[in-house]
């Protein structure tokens, strides 16, 4: 069997002279890329993908037209041994992969590829013609489509000057260039490490000798208790009468503009969080009043859920002197309530710095108050004890006043037995009924007589989400039929006020996806303490 154009010991030396050493990766990945090419259809121009950055890039590289220079070769950092290649305009393709479910015959790949022993105790020539004699036995093709999201070539735009060190860029990259964002890998050398600017240091002046002159920046005046704020502010002039009120502050030398005109190459505080205010509120936020002592705060211009971008927020606050906290993520809000605020922490900051910090919030804001919809909310009510009556139902009331306290209207309540078909025919009802989120209550449990899953499944649940690192409410299940959302909550909610169903019920309403990475991040935080006294959602449970 031939990789290319050459024998298997060819395609060694073709490895050794491109790659350094004939990696075993390298020749797998030649038959891999040799196996997905003649899959391809004759004639159609391809683009690759590589599912890991160790050797296979390489067999790509070697074996097509696909290079990680000219964009034809996209590589993920996932760390699995599979390549891709598909139609550049469709998306269809083939993924090829090595199968470890193939390698029990070869142990010595096996070895290898489990990382089993050392790489210097492994047999390299067992190895080599373990390779040799397996070819593509060892490995496993399968049909794909890649998302359309990830077809065509994104553009990176003009090419423009960094404002801080004067190399040039793609303008998509942002402000700056992304050396000066923090990225650079030198100790010194281009970029931030190179802009360690001395920060300017202001001549005070005696509080006496200061009448007639401005203040430099607003100075803050604390009664304990009862205020806090700023007395004096940035530009304003100093009377003699002033001079006895800040001796009582406690300050008896102040910085004034006359003495300290503004540097070169800095932001004063206020100008700063000015450039903030105006990048990092998105829709249903608003600025609650202009800057004062290099501060800026926001309030939600609307009843919503706040949604915090953490990655970016975290980016932010890697850059020194600068800062921006906000409320938790996926707070349920009231307009006109405080939820972020922002400062330049010290007087000037520096013009590098500045922009840098400018850089993280140029591809979007940093947080938004969504507006959550008006659902009319199904309930079907699960359990043969409660169908027939054995017991009162207490679930519909739980669930119809949580609904009514975030304004959903309850269009119909059903009960059914613990029984698939008629759990089928419940939800059917109630989709009939209008309902566009269906909550179904109990029968979530391993138990043999619990069949709501079961029931839903055949209803046509998708998209199906199960289980919660959180408690209580770990059974928690979420899903769609059609266009209905489906929540299943357990029976632990009738026992315990606050459940995961209050953690997911205000995402569902705001229409916010979620993803099994988005539950997982429940479970730090995710033990309800379960307090005498509820203060839900004045606590610590679920805040992520």
Known sequence: MTIGPWTHEAFMEQARAFHGYPAPGLIIGGYMVELAKRHMPEGVLYDAISETAHCLPDAVQLLTPCTFGNGWLRVLPFGIYAV?????????????????DKLEPYGEIRCWFLKERPKHEQDTELLQAQIKEAGESILTLQPV??????????????????????????????????SCQGQSPYEDGPGMALSQQPRPAPVPVPVEEAV??????????IIPGKEKGPAFVAGQELSAGDVCRLQQMGKNRIYVQENTPHPEGWVHEDDAARGFAGLMPGEGVEVEAAPREGKVNFRATRDGLLVVDTERLERFNLVPDVMCCTRHNYSVLEAGTRLAGSRAIPLFLSRPGF???????????????????????????????VFQGLIEDRFAPIITQKAQQLRCDVVKTLFAPDDADLIVRGVRDLLAAGADLIVTTAGMSVDPDDLTRKGLTEAGLTDTLYGVPALPGTMTL????????IIGVPACALFFKTTVFDLILPRVLAGVPITRLDLARLGNGGLCMECKVCTFPKCPFGKV
């Open 478 to 485: 979420i899903g769609r039929i059609g266009g209905a959302r």
């Open 355 to 385: 922009l840098r910090a400018l850089s993280v919030l140029e591809d979007g804001p940093l947080f938004k108050v969504l507006p959550m919809r008006k659902a009319q909310i199904g309930i079907l009510v699960t359990g043969t004890e």
């Open 84 to 100: 891709t290649l598909y139609d550049k305009r469709t998306g269809e393709g083939v993924r090829v992969f090595l199968d470890n």
């Open 212 to 221: 007639g002159k401005h203040a430099l920046h607003d100075m803050t005046q």
């Open 145 to 178: 489509r890649i998302r359309k999201d990830m077809l065509g070539h994104r553009s990176f735009g003009g090419v423009v000057r960094c404002p801080l060190c004067g190399a040039y860029y793609p303008s998509a990259y942002g402000g700056i260039c992304r």
